[in-house]
């Protein structure tokens, strides 16, 4: 299966151009946009984790080494379509315009940081594993209903396709050519599960052809080639020829989430060795080295912004009003039921407030 | 009103009435629905072309287009999940789920996501969605087909749960639902849907949810029932006349929220309580009905609370069906034993 589904290239590991197709999209200004991207979450999740650690807010789910995949695909989208996220995709909210200080908050357990943007159709995080695919088909289907050109894409890990919402997801968008991209980060672990263990299956871009839809194997660490490859399933969503299955296979560098140790089940010196011949972000700087692109004052001018961002965010989110125990109450209804009501006066009474 | 010669008459409205059975009162409450607002659309399993299973669409495909009235595949938590996208891009989905027994798929959906997106997201998005599901025993259908699992979603936050017992509750809740801003499960007894017909507007109109209704007046004791059960209630309520025993019938109508001001009301008139429902004793809402007498009510009782409902056993195959689901008899006997108590 896997020639079949070849996985696709457009920049090898060393940083050279493969594809000449599609070489003249390969511009200084095109890698200095996704490099800027992709070093604005590595930079974001490396402070996530430092602050876990610090005990400055909770649990934090990093994504380094998915930097390329997140970046491709959130850049290929227009202004008004819809990004359906996984927890693990936050990367790609941020690229597509989610704010730092709400990424921040979410993970410091506040409400307030669940929606992403408020300008962005973002939904927040979706925690149940495969469950936000029918909503993807569903948002874009409302959107083909309504005639507009927007398009949905919902982002799911490997283990996700071993769920029910999976397969009822996209065989719906395919049944009615719902303007869907489905796009699968492949990091190979559902937490500690292999991928051998999860499917039969050589590779998840096969399982496209048992919905009569395309499915396209892409090289995650080559941030042009997800960005092409999600830019084609969303033109052809918007010409009305249906959703795409897009399997971008990736390594996750670290661990599922603060709270897991990689050691425990896989090798993780293994990932240490190969890391920097792998990484997304390196393989840009040995393009523009190898172009003669290289700009180390644009890269420490531009290192330096995003901290000042990221610091920035970060004092943002411990400015932050104290949160409000009545939010709990106010949102369940547009107008809260007697029930809630009187639960929330008691809780109020007793605290005090 | 109409203006002519710069007077101004008063036209006196002409409500056309339609005798309508809960089938066609519903069918009646989705089609001026759909008429009136273009977002509303309908989706589940046969409900375009075959119009239902019950045909509670029947014609409305035609009508209004493939669109509109959707033929899903097989895939409940799939075409659940496809309203909830729908919902948040601006839509208001009625979702049918053929049988209420066949919901389970999709309560993932409805527990992780309908019922929650207004609270995640601080009222940010929200989904103003329907999910239709007829429900309960007494029809002779096969197994799983006879479920009241209303209780699973009354202990669900963040969704509402109605269930009318007549074909104008049905038309004017459906309507109510359809507009309410969050998510409402459609109760439909499917036992009621061709049983008898009541005069229902051809217009719009709404039943508020979260009220209650007195179905018949009494003294002694107080009845509450929903859906399948009113006319049970009801029966054992006239049968006892005779016996001198007067009997209040409430039909409660919304499961979530309740009514707890006409559970109080009657009951502080009465002093006594029967609760009637066809779903599972324990943790049925039949406890929390109790417990809203107890915070409301408690030194206004003569007698215990009494409650007739199915067993804690799932519904049987339909030859003893008609053991499991309470009947007049039964809730006579509970109703003899508040008022002797």
Not at chain 1, 52 to 78: K, N
Not at chain 2, 307 to 313: A, E, L, N, Q
Not at chain 2, 323 to 331: F, K, L, S
Request: hydrophobic share 40%; aromatic share 8%.
């Amino acid at each position: 299966m896997k020639d079949k589904f070849p996985l696709m290239q457009l920049i090898d590991q060393a940083g050279n151009i493969v594809s000449e197709e599609y070489k003249s999209d390969i511009t200084e200004e095109n890698i200095k946009k996704f490099y800027y991207h992709m070093l604005r979450l590595r930079t974001y999740d490396r402070r996530g984790r430092a602050l876990q650690r610090q005990g400055r807010i909770g649990t934090y789910v990093p994504f380094e080494g998915q930097e390329g995949a997140q970046v491709g695909s959130a850049l290929a989208l227009d202004e008004k379509d819809w990004m359906f996220p996984t927890y693990r995709d936050h990367g790609a909210a941020l690229a597509f315009g989610a704010e730092l200080h709400r990424l921040f908050l979410y993970w410091s357990g506040r409400v307030e940081g669940a929606v992403p943007s408020l300008t962005k159709r973002i939904l927040p995080a979706s925690v149940p594993i495969a469950t936000h695919l029918p909503h993807a088909t569903g948002a874009a289907m409302a959107d083909m209903y309504k005639g507009t050109k927007n398009a949905s894409i919902a982002y799911f890990g490997d283990g996700a396709t071993s769920e029910g919402d999976f397969h009822e997801g996209i065989n719906i968008a395919s049944v009615f050519k719902a303007p869907v991209v489905f796009f699968n980060q492949n990091n190979g672990y559902a937490i500690s599960v292999p991928i051998e263990k999860q499917m039969n299956s050589e590779t998840i871009a096969q399982k496209a052809v048992s919905y009569g839809i395309p499915g396209v194997r892409v090289d995650g660490m080559d941030v042009f080639a997800v960005h092409l490859a999600v830019k084609e399933a969303l033109d052809r969503a918007r010409r009305g020829d249906g959703p795409t299955l897009i399997e971008a296979v990736v390594i996750r560098f670290g661990a599922h989430t603060t709270a897991d140790d990689p050691t425990k089940y896989r090798d993780q010196e293994k990932i240490e060795q190969i890391r920097d011949e792998v990484d997304p972000i390196l393989r840009l700087e040995r393009v523009m080295k190898n172009n003669g692109m290289w700009d180390g004052a644009w890269i420490n001018q531009t290192r330096k912004e995003i901290e000042t961002e990221v610091n920035e965010a970060v004092e943002q989110m411990e400015d932050f009003d104290k949160p409000n125990p009545a939010d709990m109450f106010d949102y369940v209804f547009e107008k809260a039921p007697w029930t809630i009501q009187k639960q929330k006066e008691t809780l109020l009474r007793r605290s005090g407030s | 009103m109409v203006m002519t010669d710069n007077r101004i008459t008063v036209q006196k409205k002409t409500t056309k009435q339609n005798k309508y059975n809960v089938i066609q009162a519903i069918k009646d409450g989705l089609k001026t629905m759909l008429a009136e607002d273009e977002n509303v659309l309908l989706l589940g399993e046969d409900i375009g072309v075959n119009g239902g299973v019950f045909r509670a669409t029947e014609g409305l495909q035609k009508e209004f287009g493939e669109k509109r009235v959707i033929d899903t595949p097989l895939s409940e938590a799939g075409f659940v999940g496809t309203a909830v996208g729908m919902a948040l891009n601006g839509l208001r989905p009625v979702v049918e789920i053929q049988f209420l027994g066949f919901i389970y798929p999709a309560y993932e959906q409805i527990a992780t996501h309908v019922s929650r997106m207004r609270s995640r997201t601080l009222g940010f998005y929200s989904l103003p969605m329907v999910i239709r599901a007829p429900y309960g025993a007494g029809v002779g259908a096969p197994e799983i087909h006879s479920d009241s699992a209303e209780a699973l979603f009354t202990h669900m936050p963040g969704i509402k749960v109605v269930c009318p017992s007549n074909a104008y509750d049905a038309k004017g809740l459906l309507i109510a639902s359809i507009e309410d801003p969050d998510p409402v499960l459609f109760l439909e007894p499917m036992r009621l849907y061709r049983g008898t017909r009541k005069e229902v507007p051809s217009e719009k109109y709404t039943v508020e949810i979260g009220k209650g209704t007195y179905v018949k007046e009494g003294k002694d004791v107080s009845v509450f029932a929903w859906g399948a059960m009113v006319p049970v209630a009801e029966k054992a309520a006239q049968a006892l006349e005779a016996e001198g025993i007067s009997s209040e019938v409430i039909d409660l109508r919304t499961l979530y929220p309740l009514d707890k001001d006409i559970i109080a009301e009657s009951v502080q008139k009465t002093g006594r309580a029967v609760i009637v429902h066809e779903a599972h004793e324990t943790g049925g809402v039949g406890s929390e009905i109790t417990s809203i007498i107890n915070d409301t009510s408690f030194l206004y009782l003569k007698s215990p609370i009494k409650r007739v409902t199915g067993f804690d056993v799932p519904v049987p195959l339909f030859s003893i069906e008609h053991d499991y689901v309470p009947t007049p008899e039964r809730v006579k006997a509970a109703i003899k034993n508040s008022v002797e108590f």
